[in-house]
Nanobody, 121 residues
Framework: QVQLVESGGGLVQPGGSLRLSCAASGSIGNINRMGWYRQTPGKERELVASVTDGGTTNYADSVKGRFTISRDNAKNTVYLQMNSLKPEDAAVYYC???????????????WGQGTQVTVSS
């Protein structure tokens, strides 16, 4: 299995910054894609940003120019630098990895437990 440990959420004022981290561990054969999703009550979980093992990134339009995703392949860790935060960015942020276990040929999605981001003055 793959375990994901997230950190970095919290309370920040509008215009402030936060950095989320997510470290993957376990019997990992390969991690294809790593990313962050977010969800607010009553809404579907939405993609915020993702990065492939080749370094290709993808961002939601609402965060382009403000958020930056990066990954450290040696540490199986993905980061999300969030700048110029807005109240509408407040949500539970979930780490996601699309990975294959060592003994498997199947690639699957794995999810973190979520970390709360609150943007308020």
């Amino acid at each position: 299995q793959v375990q994901l440990v997230e950190s970095g959420g919290g309370l920040v004022q509008p215009g402030g910054s936060l950095r989320l981290s997510c470290a993957a561990s376990g019997s990992i054969g390969n991690i294809n894609r790593m990313g962050w999703y977010r969800q607010t009550p009553g809404k579907e979980r939405e993609l915020v940003a993702s990065v492939t093992d080749g370094g290709t990134t993808n961002y939601a339009d609402s965060v382009k120019g403000r958020f930056t995703i990066s990954r450290d392949n040696a540490k199986n860790t993905v980061y999300l630098q969030m700048n110029s935060l807005k109240p509408e960015d407040a949500a539970v942020y979930y780490c996601n990895v699309y990975a294959r276990l060592r003994w498997s040929t199947r690639t699957m999605d794995y999810w973190g437990q979520g970390t709360q981001v609150t943007v308020s003055s």
